[in-house]
Nanobody
Framework: QVQLVETGGGLVQPGDSLRLSCAAS???????MGWFRQAPGKDREWLAS?????????FYEESLKGRFTLSRDDATNTMYLQMNSLKPEDTANYYC????????????????????WGQGTRVTVSS
């Protein structure tokens, strides 16, 4: 089992920044971790992912490049999502996920590729 705990959500104004954290514990055979979000009435969408063990590459959904940055602290098994210049359309529940299945030449953008999910943290961007 992998336990994932997201923190850092909240209510912010347009243009503000927010940093989400995802602390992982349990199994250590994690090959990728990712951030997703789900806005009200919409499907869950992939934001970014980072690889472990075979690579340390990070990938982003194209439209978020430059505003959102994924980082990680391998010593504490924590992944972060720095979100800048937030917009009302960024309002959503944000989830982190972990994959314990190795998929070569894959950047884990599909939620079906993840085995464990956090409970989510709510981000509301409103004036």
């Amino acid at each position: 089992q992998v336990q994932l705990v997201e923190t850092g959500g909240g209510l912010v104004q347009p243009g503000d920044s927010l940093r989400l954290s995802c602390a992982a514990s349990g199994r250590t055979d994690i090959y990728a971790m990712g951030w997703f979000r789900q806005a009200p009435g919409k499907d869950r969408e992939w934001l970014a992912s980072t690889l472990f063990k075979v690579s340390s590459r990070t990938f982003y959904e194209e439209s978020l490049k430059g505003r959102f940055t994924l980082s990680r602290d391998d010593a504490t098994n924590t992944m972060y999502l720095q979100m800048n210049s937030l917009k009302p359309e960024d309002t959503a529940n944000y989830y982190c996920a972990a994959a314990t299945t190795l998929r070569l030449q894959n950047y884990y953008a599909d939620q079906a590729e993840y085995d464990y999910w956090g409970q989510g943290t709510r981000v509301t961007v409103s004036s």
